[in-house]
Structure formats: structure tokens, C-alpha cells
């Protein structure tokens, strides 16, 4: 049998757990930034099981309320997005002998750089922002916005400028905008209409409800139908549309979880902040620099709180807890971790 690889992704609780086998206490996944209020799926989806897709078109109609274009595709997940536009970069006649690298943040999701190298394409990283020269010698520019894990979030005026210098080289502007439902002031999906812009979102984030594997992919109409190529009328399951049609238009339901949202991350900031932790963050999660994030990141496993070590050990990423008990073992966490005398030495400016 083939070994199941692992990437460095939150939310692998039952891979943790097998490091901490003594562990007694319910464990407290933080990990992932994900929205642990999940819209509450009272529709009757048996009956979906039951037989094949029908079409997408009142998802669409409902996802295109939601957005507010009308030039979106629903997908199964913007990871299928993420996976695939390199094929379709590839494959296209009037790119396909394109030679240039791709940009990539040098921190952020590390599923683009895979993604693009896997389909032979050469990568080159960006600290902040993409430099003017980089910006003229790439094929694709790919800006996640916010950031994830970093929370970085980038003003769409500056990223409208970047995709002007892009398009003008035949380039594309990605931004992976799957953290950005609660700040639309920030997104660029009112322009992704544009040639060489291209915006993906994701369902589950928002709507806590990653399992639905559903996202939607908003660009052009030649790149839109390119993407459909490779998608088919059973790509979505009909439990997934039925489930994220209603969501969608449920307005009611978000004007409320977008309080409870904005509430509980301004709290989870205020905890570092009262014990002098400087974070950076989005409304779902908060990211802590700090040059002793690996021995934080062990000592919270260690009592069953499990939250995401950065990639390159740099901080952790705090994802916000749900449940008054959450927040109670996180703030124990992050208190003892203090008072072992491993007092956190913050790197953030």
C-alpha cells in the first residue's frame, strides 16, 4: 500500500494525535483559520445522494448574489483552482512556449508553489510585494490576499496596479482571495472580469464547512473557459450545491455570524495583546511571530492544543476557538508557556 504523503497544512488532528498518545484531554484543533461556526445544514441532502448532479445553474444564480459578479464558476474547492491553472496556463496556444518564472509570495500557502512546479514551471519568490522588475519578467504573479498564514492584507488599488504591469507582458494577476469574505473593501473581484486577472474564493472558510469542497473562480471569459474544460456536470455533488445555494442566500445568517466573526477575532487579539503578543491576522485567524514559535508550538501539543507551526518555524497561527472551554485552554497555553520562563520573544515590528 502507498503511503499517504503530508504536507504542512493545519488541520491533521489525527496525525498530531499519534505523536501525543498519552494525551487525555478533548483536543482543541486551532489550526486551520476556518470559521468553527458552521452554517448549519438543516436541508434534506439525502436525497441528493441519491442521484447524479442536475446542472449548476441556481448554485451559480445564488453564488453570483453572494459575489456580487455574474462571471464566476463554481468548482470543487479553490484548491481545484490552484491545482489546475497551471495546466491551463500550459496547454493554452497563445502561452504555452511561455518561459518565463511564476512569482510566489516566499510566505504563504504553500499549495501554489507546489502546484505550478509539479507542471515544470519555474518559480521565483517576492517578500512583500513584487518589485517592478520582477513584474516584468514573470508569466504569472500569484498574491494571496489576506495572506495566509501571515495576514497581510494588500489594498486593491496597489494590486489593480500590479495586473495593469502584468497584462501589459501577457501576464496573469492570481489573487487568492480565500480569507477575504468579511473584507471586501480589500478584494478585486469586482474587476476580475478583466483579461488576466483572476480572483478565487472559497465556500468553506466562511461558511465553516470545508468538507463541502466548493469554490468559485472568477475571471475572464477565455480563462473561464478553459477551466470548464476540465470540469464536468458531476464535478460539484448535488449535496454540495443544494447545501451552498441555500447558504448563499441566506442573508439573515450572515449578517449575524458576521458580528459573531468580527467579535470573537477582535477578542482572540486583545488575549495576545494582554500578554504582550503582537499579532497579525485576519478576521479568522491571528499569526504570532516569534523566534521561539517551535518550542510555543510543541508546548501547546503537549497539553492538546493544537494550533499551526508556520512553515519556515517563524510563528504560530491561531485559529479562533469556539467554545468557552477553547478559549479557556488557550489562554492556560498560552500563560504557562509564559510562566516556564519561556517567555515569547516577538520578532513583529
Known amino acids: 500500500m502507498i503511503e499517504d ?35 448549519s445544514i438543516d436541508v434534506d441532502v439525502q436525497s441528493s445522494y441519491q442521484c447524479l448532479p442536475q446542472g ?16 464566476g464558476l463554481p468548482i470543487p474547492g479553490s484548491m481545484w483552482a490552484i491545482q489546475h491553472l497551471p495546466l491551463i496556463r500550459k496547454v493554452n496556444p497563445n502561452t504555452v512556449n511561455d518561459i518565463r518564472p511564476v512569482l510566489l509570495p516566499r510566505v504563504g500557502f504553500n499549495e501554489h508553489a507546489k ?38 492584507h494588500y489594498q486593491k488599488q496597489d494590486l489593480l496596479k500590479v495586473h495593469k504591469k502584468l497584462s501589459d507582458n501577457n501576464a496573469w494577476l492570481i489573487v487568492d482571495e480565500a480569507f477575504m469574505d468579511l473584507t471586501p473593501e480589500h478584494s478585486c473581484i469586482k474587476e476580475s472580469w478583466q483579461q488576466d ?37 458531476w464535478s460539484i455533488n448535488s449535496a454540495a450545491q443544494q447545501v451552498a445555494t441555500t447558504a448563499y442566500l441566506d442573508t439573515e445568517w450572515q449578517y449575524e455570524i458576521n458580528k459573531r466573526i468580527k467579535v470573537n477575532s477582535a477578542r482572540l487579539k486583545k488575549l495576545l495583546e494582554s500578554l504582550n503578543m503582537t ?29 499551526r507551526l508556520l512553515d519556515d518555524q517563524s510563528g504560530i497561527r491561531i485559529g479562533l476557538p469556539r467554545e468557552e472551554d477553547h478559549w479557556s ?6 500563560k504557562s508557556y509564559i510562566k516556564l520562563n519561556i517567555k515569547p520573544l516577538n520578532t513583529v515590528s
Not at 133 to 150: G, K, M
Open 197 to 233: 486577472l483572476i480572483v478565487l474564493r472559497s465556500f468553506g472558510k466562511y461558511f465553516g464547512l470545508p468538507g463541502i469542497r466548493l469554490g468559485s473562480l472568477m475571471a475572464s471569459e477565455a480563462v473561464i473557459a478553459d477551466a470548464k474544460k476540465l470540469l464536468n456536470e
Open 115 to 152: 502546484a505550478w512546479s509539479a507542471w515544470g514551471f519555474n518559480i521565483e519568490y517576492y517578500e512583500n510585494m513584487p518589485s517592478t522588475d520582477q513584474l516584468e519578467r514573470v508569466q504569472a504573479c500569484i498574491v494571496i490576499n489576506p495572506n495566509n498564514p501571515t495576514g497581510v
Open 56 to 71: 449548476h445553474k441556481k448554485l451559480i444564480a445564488a453564488a453570483s448574489s453572494f459575489y456580487g459578479v455574474d462571471n
Open 329 to 334: 485552554r488557550l489562554e492556560a497555553a498560552l
Open 279 to 307: 499579532s497579525q491576522g485576519t478576521d479568522f485567524f491571528q499569526t504570532y511571530t516569534s523566534n521561539q514559535a517551535e518550542s510555543m508550538y510543541q508546548h501547546f501539543l503537549s497539553l492538546g492544543v493544537y494550533v
Open 5 to 39: 504523503v503530508h504536507f504542512h497544512h493545519g488541520g491533521q488532528l489525527d496525525r498530531i494525535k499519534q505523536g501525543y498518545p498519552d494525551q487525555q484531554l478533548p483536543w482543541v484543533d486551532l489550526s486551520t483559520g476556518i470559521s468553527p461556526f458552521s452554517y
